[in-house]
């Protein structure tokens, strides 16, 4: 490959290069003792034929290169390009019995060697592959498909083992499974594929070689005059090789041709395509008869996109190029004008019975010449592919928002996207920051509980120093656990006001919002607003960004709208839903703790010791009593003793109601924390109902991630379908475009054709105004039938009669030619079974059988053959001079017999033209 191609993939412009192969005369050509009628100049690439002279790219056989160089020079490179992820295709095109299927190998069996470019194709290939695999890993796959019929079908469909006659049959007339016609579909971006047919990967070259005998095989092929093993389809052979890079650029060993791609993918084709073929030559009838003319129909649908793309002011002005017209040219709309390196190969028979033909082929493969294919590197298609199809995406919303004058340029909509996603950045950024705020203040709070506490405790504890208690009693009764469960009241105490407050907001909010948002969201906002960043992006602000709430209505923004909105929710309800699993664990853990506290033992335990101080209080109130009457009694005696007795009493007395008082005090303390204990359980009875009522939040709320999501993927289904719909109808009306494109082209072409018909009809008018009136100055101002006229009239039959004349004799000249070949023929065939005769005869005389006749005998049976084989010679050199006199009738009336060379209409047109001429030429 040249440096050119290898570096850039801008100027890669190539016309297609043709190579004529020319095959020697078969052995069928030369029992009909055909002469070789084509010369090739030599050391140049030309070919002469009659007075006709044609220069190729290369010219293989009779005299040029030989046939073996094909391969080196003009496949070789392509293979090469099939490595540096070019496409190509080898195209072998030619009458029957050219040599095209000799020439590309398709009839390949496994066991005849290496004939033919399809197997040196695989053998370099495999020779390639090996030599770089420790640089890249390939992948391989090849598919063998032929177009029979009109219809593609799979040459490699495992479902077809037995090899396939053209009439439907086998050999031993098995009947063949009926072959399924492949689908020809095409591409988003204009490539054609083939739905469903057999891509089999191949590992080595006997896997390879293995699949083209098997598709070989299963080939249409059939005996006509022409070739006994005519191939009666298009065949096309494609290698498809991936390649990844697997040894990077740093460490690995450079490559003498490396390019700078990961990842290739290019197909090679090889195509063998079914012959031309005149019906009355190959003797074709009945199936074969239609075969031929869906042969010819294709190759003709191929000679006209050839010649459109061979046309250089055709392709200057762009005209239209009539791929639709054939399977086959819809299946080379790469290869030929496209994006593939082409070589065709124009196979042509010496025989001049096959001159014409010959001709035929070597114009086409001439014009061919001029195609211009560009061929581009094809580097991974998927990538390529995506990020075709997401800037087309974007291009097209943006279309779209603009078509409906929303008012939102392209450009700017770039820019908000622009701004979209720094704002998501910083989004990001500030939930992380909230986040670890949140975490600063979820510690700072329980230190804050952690110090109320201890607060609280050390406010306890003073309170029971003052009231007499000696310091060591005060820390005995406050216990490790005692602390715990004031640091649980404490907590639970704030968590309550926080629910509180939050169910206040919660109604202030319903009151301002009113019921059109759901109920459902706003208490699950409201309970957890903290945890949503302020910024979050609210799904149905997107419209406005994007351009207003009604163009998101249809089309690919509100899909994606949509979608943004669904993730939105389903986050949102996730969040939630952790939110309240998180709640509800901490709710739980709580209930453990006064589960532990063992609530009912510390009440009974409260009451008990009320109970006690209850009885202590009044045994001392009754002491204090009989104390009291005791001193009563004693007022109204007056001795010592019972004065000292009675100041007993009274200190007695007085230590019992200080005792009484301390008593009392106790049991404040005691029914205090009674109250407490009671308070504590109405919280846990409290937190119990606020447990049931966050697991009833999160079953309703997983219900309703559930039923959003099915939802959600409802829409999506209709969406799609409605996508898919769409899309079937765009291909609809693609194809009914390129309908109505061909239509005007014909009606373009029609009513250029009639245009010129009237401008050719008005001067044509013209000139016999002005005949009439110059006929008419001659004799003196006659009426408009006058003698003008009648000239034109004669001399107009007169060419007519001329021309039908010269038909006449074309065709007697024709059937005269084809007599004297068919004659020729015969007379060969007599010849050689003659010299045949005259050889064993003279074997005979000479050992075999000496005496079975006279010497006299034998002696006039020698000269009467040996007259016979003269009269056969010099028969046969008549014939010959008299077939090349004919040939050269042939050729002079065939130049002139001008219907003869009518092929279409515009040659009919031109004719009659012709004639025109003639007839005001003659006046
Ligand atoms: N270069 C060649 N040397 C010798 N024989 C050849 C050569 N090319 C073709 N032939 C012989 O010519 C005959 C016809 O060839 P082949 O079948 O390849 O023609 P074809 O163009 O494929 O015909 P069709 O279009 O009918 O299939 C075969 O017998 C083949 O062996």
Redesign the pocket.
Known sequence: MDATENTSDKDSTQCVKVAV?I??L?NSERLQGCKDCISVIPGEPQVQLGNHAFTFDHVY?SMGSP?SAIYGECVAPLVDALFHGYNATVL?Y??????????MGT?YSGDTGNEGIIPKVMESIFEKVDELKSQREFLIRVSFIEIFKEEVHDLLDPSLSAPVKADGFGPGKILVPPRVPIQIRETANGGITLAGVTEAEVRSIDEMASYLAQGSMCRA?GS?N??????RSHAIFTITMEQKRTVSYSNGPVMEDDGCDDFLCAKLHLV????S?RAKRTGADGSRFKEGIHINKGLLALGNVISALGDEKKRKEGGHVPYRDSKLTRLLQDSLGGNSKTVMIA?VSPADTNAEETLNTLKYANRARNIQNKAIINRDPMVAQMQRMRLQLEQLQAELLYSRGEGVPFEELQVLRHKISVLEVSNTELQQELQETRITCDRLARNAIDAQVEKDQLLVKMESVRNGKSWDEVEDDTKMQDFDLMKSYVVKIQELEGEVQRSQSLMNSQKLTGPVRGGFMDCLELEDERFLPKDALDPTEIPSICGSKSSADSGEVVEVQKELEHSTIQDTLGRELQELDKRLEQKEAEMKLFAKADTTVLKQHYEKKLMELEHEKKALMNEMEHLRSELANMSSASDDNTQKLKEEYLQKLNRLEVQVMELKKKQEAQSQLLRQKQKSDEAAKRLQEEIQRIKSQKVQLQHKIKQESEQFRMWKASREKEVLQLKKEGRRNEYEMHKLLALNQRQKMVLQRKTEEASMATKRLKELLEARKASSREVGGGNGNGPGAQVNEKALRQAIEHELEVMVHVHEVRTEYTRQMEARAAMAKEHARLEEEAETLKQNLMSDCPQAMSPGARTSRILALENMLTTSSSTLVAMASQLSEAEERERVFGGRGRWNQVRSLGDAKNLLNYLFNIASSAR
Do not use: F
């Not at 030619?94 to 020439?103: A, E, N, P």
């Not at 063998?272 to 012959?275: E, M, P, Q, V």
């Open positions: 192969n095959r020697p078969i056989g046939s072998a030619g009458q029957t019995g050219s040599g095209k299927t000799y020439t009839s092929t006509t022409m070739n006994s093993e005519s191939s063998d395509l079914a012959g073929e196979c």
